[in-house]
């Protein structure tokens, strides 16, 4: 076995956390799976995977490792989607990220169109709430709500969100509409545990920071969820602004609050730096960049949007 494949195994093993889940992705058997690291590791003259029992995990020279045969593999790939043409013609897998709510509202309703226009694209979304990391698990494209971290990704800025407390407005005009944050705490609260602003709502007054830490009487695990519950009049969420624009702007929600907001958070289009960017992702990012931008309930300023 050369050592393209072997480095092709070995990272496979590091990312599924698993000979057997290993040989499951590339369709071998788990004995040649476990030869092939054995061998590298005598012919290397380290460990490079620490085994148990029950785990399996990366050493330190393991780590360094991983991080120079995804180097090369993608220089490889990088190679033979240029020979093809890839880098001019948009063809090939195009994977996508972007959170649940976010993905299923703004994100899904224009994959068709997209892939219309560029037969030769076949599309994989991947709608979860957690931060993908785009290098670690092959993602080609993320939306990303919020500032970045990684120096590594391009992004580009496309709207942005505000962090908003609504009701139905029948539920304020039987208990009031809040004029202080700090009034919210006699309130009913339904929250989502996929939400980071579950715990700690965060607010501004006159350029100072504010923070209260309110208990839910009620947590459902989806967003969605809480704002049905919430339009039903039963109490009041925190929510991004653009997951309740439609609710908002139907008169089924009503924000307040609106002066206590901390800053809005940036919509940013995220893919991976380079000299050299296919086509399939040049011509999804400048897709989606168009088509989000001029979406008003993506932009501030906009009651019950942005």
């Known amino acids: 076995m050369d050592r393209f494949q072997e480095m092709q195994i070995f990272t496979a093993v590091a990312e599924e956390e698993g000979f057997a889940a290993a040989a499951r992705r590339l369709n071998i058997s788990p004995p040649s799976v476990t030869r092939v690291i054995a061998a590298m590791e005598e012919r290397i003259g380290t460990q490079l995977l620490a085994r148990t029992t029950r785990s399996l995990h990366l050493t330190e020279a393991g780590q360094r490792y991983l991080e120079d045969c995804r180097r090369i593999l993608g220089e490889v790939d990088e190679a033979e989607e240029a020979a093809a043409g890839s880098y001019s013609i948009p063809c090939g897998h195009l994977t996508v990220t972007a959170s649940v709510l976010f993905g299923e509202l703004y994100i899904a309703p224009l994959l068709a169109g997209y892939l219309d226009q560029f037969p030769s694209v076949h599309l994989n979304a991947m709608l979860v709430d957690r931060v993908v990391s785009v290098l670690d698990e092959g993602i080609d494209v993320a939306v990303r709500i919020g500032h970045l971290h990684e120096n590594t990704l391009h992004a580009i800025k496309v709207g942005e969100v505000r962090q908003v407390v609504c009701g139905a407005?029948?539920?304020?005009?039987?208990?009031?509409?809040?004029g202080h944050p700090g009034e919210l705490g006699s309130l009913n609260i339904v929250m989502s545990s996929a939400s980071h602003l579950l715990s700690d709502w965060q607010f501004v007054n006159e350029g100072n920071d504010l923070s209260f830490r309110f208990e839910?009487?009620?947590?459902?695990?989806?967003?969605?969820?809480?704002?049905?519950?919430?339009?039903?009049?039963?109490?009041?969420?925190?929510v991004l602004s653009y997951q309740v624009a439609s609710q908002v702007a139907a008169g089924a929600l009503e924000i307040v609050l609106q002066d206590y907001e901390p800053p809005p958070l940036p919509i940013q289009i995220v893919y991976q730096k380079s000299h050299r960017v296919p086509a399939k992702v040049r011509t999804f990012v400048e897709f989606l960049v168009e088509r989000l931008s001029s979406d008003a309930a993506l932009q501030p300023n906009i009651e019950g949007s942005s």
């Open 169 to 178: 407005p029948s539920y304020f005009d039987r208990y009031g509409r809040p």
């Open 216 to 238: 839910p009487r009620l947590v459902v695990t989806a967003n969605q969820a809480a704002i049905n519950i919430a339009s039903m009049g039963w109490g009041i969420t925190r």
